[in-house]
């Protein structure tokens, strides 16, 4: 059981500027197997212990469930500075520290609500057993190791359009994410004497399967280094006519770029930071410091030095500096309230010339400083009202949006019906070709109302609606609500697509009643 979201039924562009979030069409068509993002972190509850995490499934709703088909593993090397200045490298080591999370499929309970288990494989072969959505995890018996997984706020801030270079509300407002996560005694598991600074990646990979009738199965569907590899640096925008390339990018091998791609990579990485240079009309990189860059960001993995302080704020001061032709001070990283897109387009557009501010200034929730610090679920119903006063009475009005399969609206090609009364549902065809299905809940003439509910089409759950007429002054008053849970696209795009349906019909009935 592969777990999947609903597609995009909205008929809009969704933005693709979302750190690792949907980046690239296969994600897109799987979002259960799509690493959006990786943590390293000291655990503010212990500077003995560091934090790996890592997200899937961008805009999960509560049904979403791990997939029992895919292998979720966060991988560790030992780095080493090999250059500064524009011959700035980092040479990662042979031997690697894993952790891998795999799923089961969902288990019945008597209560009649199913629970998915899961089993977390260590790096010295200690398996680990826990239950997803546990808060306080489970932990080995020597205390060493200590693993979550579960349904999270999402806690990346994306409050720019990134193609436009202009701030914006948070995009991930209000959405979650499946987040796995271990942590580890750092002396024990890390040994640091033998070198501090680390080199990270998070990966999904395929389960070992049957032969396929035609082809071969990937070596892995997604993998994760440092924030916007793919999305911002791989697939700018500002280069127009560029071959998007991420697939191909997410089938590397982490830590292994494939010699005969690695030129065609590390060319679009230099392109791209050169456009993104000039997007304020000012020549910060110089040829030598571009190349400097992109053969950094080539070998695609997070910095964390375990022996120095990671905050909010030193998110990619590691490579930063050495590309500045400095000693790093900082222990890198990645916490959760980092505002890591700023910091990263602050470093590409201008070189930290000046900061860039996005348009929000915090995640739909803080991360808190407790295992396992990424904040609990957003599981607040949304709400989307519009409303328009026109100069007839209500029953007029009723007579012709009242019955459930009224064909008044502009956006709707054709509605089907199935059943009557309560219970009865509308299946709608959109005019750009979108299927969507709803049920009604109840209706009262009487009143000028009726309530209905999602039953698909709309990436949401929870998802109910109600209609109603009222007298207001000489006319009447029509009023759409409609209440939801994203689960499967992200709250905003939900939230366009109602307000535009709710805008564009209450706007037609103005303009036929007055």
Not at 126 to 154: I, M, N, P, W
Not at 315 to 341: C, L, P, W
């Amino acid at each position: 059981m592969r777990a999947s979201a609903s597609g995009d039924r909205s008929g809009l562009k969704r933005d693709t500027d979302m750190s690792d979030h949907i980046d690239g069409p296969r994600q897109i068509g799987d979002p259960a197997v799509d690493t959006t993002d990786l943590f390293l972190f000291r655990s503010p509850e212990n500077p003995a212990r560091t934090v790996f995490a890592a997200d899937v499934f961008p805009s999960a709703g509560a049904s979403a469930v791990f997939s029992d088909a895919a292998f979720h593993s966060i991988v560790a090397r030992r780095v080493t500075v090999a250059g500064l200045g524009d011959a700035a490298k980092f040479q990662a080591g042979d031997s690697e520290i894993r952790f891998t999370f795999r799923f089961d499929r969902l288990e019945a309970q008597p209560s009649g609500k199913a629970i998915q288990r899961g089993t977390c494989t260590l790096p010295d072969g200690q398996t680990l057993r826990f239950v997803v959505d546990d808060e306080k995890g489970a932990t080995t018996a020597d205390g060493t190791f200590r693993v979550f997984a579960g349904l999270r706020s999402d806690p990346f801030l994306l409050a720019w359009l990134v193609g436009e270079l202009k701030p914006f509300q948070n995009l991930l407002e209000h959405d979650n994410v499946l987040c796995f996560l271990v942590e580890f005694d750092t002396q024990r598991v890390l040994d640091p004497a033998q070198g501090s600074l680390f080199g990270v990646i998070a990966e999904t990979t395929p389960v070992p399967a049957a032969g396929a009738l035609v082809g071969h199965q990937v070596g892995r569907f997604d993998w994760v280094g440092r924030t916007e590899q793919t999305n911002v640096r791989l697939n700018n925008a500002g280069l127009k006519g560029a071959d998007d390339i991420r697939d191909l990018w997410n089938q590397q091998t982490p830590f292994a770029i494939s010699p005969e791609l690695a030129p065609m990579f590390r060319k679009r990485l230099y392109d791209s930071l050169q456009q993104y240079d000039m997007r304020d009309g000012k020549q910060d990189w110089t040829p030598a410091s571009l190349a400097a860059s992109a053969n950094v960001f080539l070998d695609d993995f997070m910095l964390i030095d375990v022996a120095k302080p990671t905050t909010d704020t030193s998110f990619m001061e590691i490579e930063k500096s050495t590309i500045n032709g400095r000693a790093y001070q900082t222990g890198g990283g990645r916490t959760v309230n980092a505002h890591d897109i700023d910091i990263l387009l602050t470093w590409i557009v201008n070189r930290d010339r000046e900061p860039l501010v996005g348009g929000a200034t915090r995640a739909t929730k803080l991360g808190t400083n407790t295992f396992p610090y990424l904040a609990s679920p957003n599981t607040e119903l949304q709400t989307v009202a519009e409303s328009v006063v026109v100069n007839v009475p209500p029953a007029k009005v009723w007579d012709l949006i009242g019955p459930f399969g009224a064909m008044w609206h502009p956006l709707i090609a054709q509605i089907r019906l199935t059943g009557t009364g309560v219970g009865q549902l509308r299946n709608i065809e959109t005019v750009d070709g979108k299927t969507i299905i709803e049920r009604l809940d109840s209706t009262d003439n009487a009143k000028h109302q009726y309530r209905y509910s999602g039953v698909s089409g709309m990436g949401a759950s929870n998802y109910t609606g109600i209609l109603e007429v009222a007298p207001k002054d000489s006319g009447s008053a029509v009023t759409w609500r409609v209440q939801y849970l994203s689960d499967g696209q992200p709250t905003l795009i939900i939230r366009t697509i109602v307000a535009t349906l709710q805008k564009v019909g209450l706007e037609s009935l103005k303009k036929r009643f007055g």
